[in-house]
């Protein structure tokens, strides 16, 4: 029987979804982009935007977050 995938743990649902990225055949660098400008925003939301504690929690100094947010073209939701 198979699980649900909110009862899988995050190593399963992270190869399920990695999966589906090698058979579309997308690139290493597109997906770690993709995956760090998510995860950004994910933090962004959590700590509504207050930078310091989004460094903190990435555990990347301020400058760094500011710095990777401009490389990935976040905008300034946060």
């Keep these: 029987m198979e699980k ?3 009862d899988l743990n995050i190593h ?3 190869d399920l979804v990695i999966r589906e990225m090698v058979e579309k055949e997308l690139s290493l660098k597109d997906v770690l982009r993709e995956f760090e400008k ?3 925003e994910q933090t962004a939301k959590k700590y509504e935007g ?3 504690k989004m ?3 990435l ?3 301020r400058n760094t977050l500011q ?3 401009k490389a ?3 905008k300034k939701r946060y």
């Design 50 to 52: 207050n930078k310091t």
């Design 67 to 69: 710095n990777r947010a």
């Design 4 to 6: 649900k995938f909110s």
């Design 59 to 61: 555990g990347i100094h």
């Design 38 to 40: 998510i995860f950004f």
């Design 55 to 57: 460094a903190k929690a």
């Design 12 to 14: 399963q649902k992270l």
């Design 72 to 74: 990935l073209k976040i």
